[in-house]
Structure formats: C-alpha cells, structure tokens
C-alpha cells in the first residue's frame, strides 16, 4: 500500500460570503486570533505526515506565498532588537514543510480545481484539505481518515451529521455503517435538496482520493452551481473502487461563513493561556450587560 505523502489544498476560490474583505485579500488568510486559517490548515497536514504540499491559488493569493516564504527584512529586524521568540516563531512558518504552488486560471469549481494538481500527485494516494474548514482535535483530522486508509486502503472522505436543513450546503454522503465510526460510501450527491437528501451525513473538507481521481475528472460536466464539482468525480471513482467515510472526531468550523469564523475565533481565544482568563471575563460581562 503506498503511503499518502502528498497533501493538495485548494484556495482560489472568490470568496464572496467574506466579502468587503475578500476583495483584496484570500479568505485563507483571515486570522483566528493571530494565525492564517491556511497555516492551521498546514499544520495539520505537517501534523498528519504529509511531506509535500500542493497549494491552488488563484487571483490575489499573494500573501498566501508571502506568508510560507522566508522575509529576511522582517527577520533581520527582530533580531536586531532581541525579539527572539518572535523570530523563531516567523522563521518556524518558512520551515514547516515543502509548499508548492500553481494557479487555477480559471474558478471553474472544486473539482477543477483538483484537476490542476495532478502532475504534483502523480500516481499515489494524496490528500485534500479545503481551507474553509478547520477542524481542532486531539488526534489531527487528516491522521485519522489516514489510518482509515492504512487499514482498508482507497478512498476515504471526511464526514460529519450535520442538522438536516443543512445538508443542502455540503457533499451528502450515503454508505453502510462497517464500524463504530466508519461507513463504506455507496453514493453521493452534491448540495442535495434537503428533502432528496439520502442521509444527513456531510462532507466536511477532509479526504485521502487515489489518483484514478484525476482521468474521472477531466470527463467530469459541471453539476450543481454551474460548477465541475469534485463529488460528482467522487461518485464515479466510488462505483469503480474502494471508498470509505469517516465520521472523524473533532470540533469542525466553517471559517468561510461569518457565523463560523466568529465561533472559531472566540473557541479558539478561549483555549489560549495567554488570552483566556481576561477574554472569558470579557465576554462574561460583555454578555450580562446586554441580557
Ligand atoms: C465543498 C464541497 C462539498 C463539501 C464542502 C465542505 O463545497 O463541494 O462537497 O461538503 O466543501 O465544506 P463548498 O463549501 O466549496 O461549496
């Protein structure tokens, strides 16, 4: 069984639910607390074994390079003035792994977007991360759907239940349930109408594809949202070969969404033992004064 090294992260999409920010600036690099979504995004890829990453950047993703490339000035001047935590932490960024980056020309969709990462993935097992979610847990969110891998092999999606008027926003994943938290896939529906939906069960940006992905993409029409949508290459690979669903365990935020990225930034503020004790009681009477 080849071992997934490879890691692909998507970031070229518009991100119009952010907008003013966006317009400017990717979404990937909106801060929970003092850090890129996108580094967290890394980190866990880093924390899961992955060696290489590819990321997808499309227009104005400069700061995204920026940020994991080395800034001598910036370097240089915290060593001048002794800020040396500060420099180990900024240099720490640069080291963290190989990162790789090509331009999607065109924001024709998820699966498109993937499409363009096939010479980088080659003929291996690889693994998507989508920036949108961040997933805090003990063991890190890709780790998991990895050992999933190790033991059966093929494909594995990274799933959640989510409430069923939700389900619409998500891939909806149907399968059989083979073990306490893994499911074998039979189907899969892209952003299904809640009442066509099959199950409640999301995917939630996490997945390990094996490289037959890549020719069921490029024959892959736009579905849902005018869009060449990577579910849809999903179900064709999940007729044809082994593919597996893993409901992962982890507190999973959707960034990209207002109402999540709030959430992630207060939960995350909240775990911070430099930040914690006066943000609790901030909030504590911020909360009170206006009940
Ligand atoms: C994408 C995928 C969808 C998945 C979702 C997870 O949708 O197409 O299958 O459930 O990410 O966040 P998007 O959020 O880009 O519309």
Redesign the pocket.
């Given at each position: 069984m080849k071992k997934v090294r490879k890691a692909v992260i998507p970031a070229a999409?518009l991100g119009t639910r952010f907008l003013p920010y966006t317009k400017a600036e990717p979404k990937e690099m909106l801060p929970i607390v003092d850090t890129p979504t996108i580094q967290y995004i890394v980190e866990e890829a880093l924390g899961s074994g992955i060696e290489d990453i590819l990321i997808i950047t499309g227009h104005n993703k400069k700061s995204i390079e920026d940020h994991f490339d080395k800034s001598y000035e910036l370097e240089s001047e915290l060593e001048k003035s002794g800020k040396t935590e500060m420099l180990r932490q900024v240099q720490a960024i640069s080291n963290l792994v190989n990162i790789h980056f090509i331009r999607q020309k065109e924001a024709k969709?998820?699966g498109h977007a993937i499409n363009c990462a096939r010479a980088f993935v080659g003929d291996e097992p690889f693994a998507v991360l989508?920036g949108?979610?961040l997933v805090y847990s003990k063991k890190p969110c890709l780790a998991q759907l990895i050992d999933v891998y190790k033991e059966y092999g093929g494909s594995v999606l990274g799933v959640q239940t989510v409430p069923h008027a939700e389900i619409c926003?998500?891939?909806?994943v149907a399968g059989e349930k083979i073990g306490e938290r893994t499911y074998t896939v039979c189907d899969l529906v892209?952003?299904p109408k809640i009442d066509e939906a099959p199950t409640d069960v999301?995917?939630?940006?996490r997945y390990i594809i094996t490289p037959e992905i890549f020719d069921i993409l490029s024959e892959t029409r736009p579905g849902?949202?005018g869009e060449i949508?990577?579910?849809d290459a999903l179900r064709v690979l999940a007729k044809s070969g082994k593919m597996y669903a893993y409901d992962f365990e982890g507190r999973r935020y959707?960034v990209?969404d207002k109402e999540g990225f709030l959430e992630a930034t207060v939960e995350y503020a909240l775990r911070r033992d430099d930040l914690k004790e006066k943000f609790a009681a901030y909030l504590k009477s911020e909360i009170e004064g206006r009940l």
């Open positions: 999409g969709g998820l989508l949108d979610d926003k998500y891939g909806c892209e952003k999301a995917i939630l940006g849902a949202g949508q990577l579910t959707d990209g």
